[in-house]
């Protein structure tokens, strides 16, 4: 095992809402450095709703399923806990009489990290969720000292939800790293109803939305378009 490089970039993918596109965004982020010679690393702490990490439902399978430099290796690098039923994960473990450390989770990130960076981090549900009995998913972004990307829906009802998540941010004294729209229905979001969404977040939070991820065809080769918003996101952070 390598020694942990804490200078490493972390990035943590939370999200206004489960289902929001947070996995979508991670698999992203991780071809996006990939492309630019660099060598990230992806973690899901916590994975609920799945047997195990190589499960066809695991969030890190299929990232490794859909990146070309991680063909071959085991998800299961990526996860630290994993539970059978889709709840909170605090739920989730509880179901199985289990107790989620988060200092163990700490000490696994550390560990695991190696020399690669940039870290994305994934989170499990919302900022809000709880994780043990006294630690939301919030308390996780704080402790593994990463930097906050919020993923949010491009449809109608993600107004409240990411100025929301964005008070809850700052009420710990974070500031998002951006703000991404996911917009992956059958159905696209009409655009003016996008540009609505995207002014009402720039002018209450006076936190601009770096763009839209629109629904992908195939994600081991997403359309160039996907990648615009990383680097709005990233290239000015």
């Known amino acids: 095992m390598q020694k942990s490089d804490s200078s490493a970039r972390r990035l943590f993918v939370t999200g206004t809402d489960t289902g929001v596109g947070k996995t979508v965004l991670s698999l992203l982020l991780m071809q996006f450095f990939y492309k630019r010679g660099q060598n990230p690393f992806?973690?899901?702490l916590i994975q609920t709703g799945c047997a195990g990490p190589r499960d066809a439902e695991s969030d890190a399978r299929f990232i490794y399923d859909h990146?070309?430099?991680?063909?071959?290796?085991?998800?299961?690098?990526s996860v630290v806990y994993c539970f059978k039923n889709p709840k909170a994960p605090y739920f989730a473990a509880r179901d199985e009489g289990a107790v989620i450390d988060p200092q163990i989770l700490k000490e696994s990130f550390e560990q695991r990290i190696g020399?690669?960076?940039p870290v994305i981090l994934e989170g499990a549900g919302g900022l809000l969720v709880p994780?043990?009995?006294d630690v939301l998913m919030i308390g996780l972004v704080e402790l593994l000292g990463a930097s906050p990307i919020l993923v949010a829906r491009a449809?109608?009802?993600t107004i409240n939800h990411t100025l929301l998540s964005i008070e809850a941010l700052r009420a710990r004294g974070m500031e998002p790293a951006g703000v991404v729209l996911v917009d992956s229905g059958k159905t696209p979001t009409p655009h003016?109803?996008?540009r609505e969404n995207m002014e009402a977040v720039a002018s209450v939070a006076k936190v601009?939305?770096?763009g839209v991820v629109g629904r992908i065809r195939d994600f081991s080769?997403?359309?160039?378009?996907?990648?615009w918003p990383l680097s709005n996101l990233l290239d000015q952070n």
Do not use: H
Request: proline share 8%.
């Open 42 to 44: 992806y973690m899901k």
């Open 131 to 133: 994780v043990t009995g």
């Open 221 to 227: 080769n997403p359309d160039d378009e996907c990648y």
């Open 115 to 117: 020399r690669r960076s």
């Open 155 to 157: 449809g109608l009802g």
């Open 208 to 210: 601009s939305v770096a």
């Open 67 to 77: 990146v070309p430099a991680l063909k071959g290796k085991d998800p299961g690098d």
């Open 192 to 194: 003016e109803m996008i």
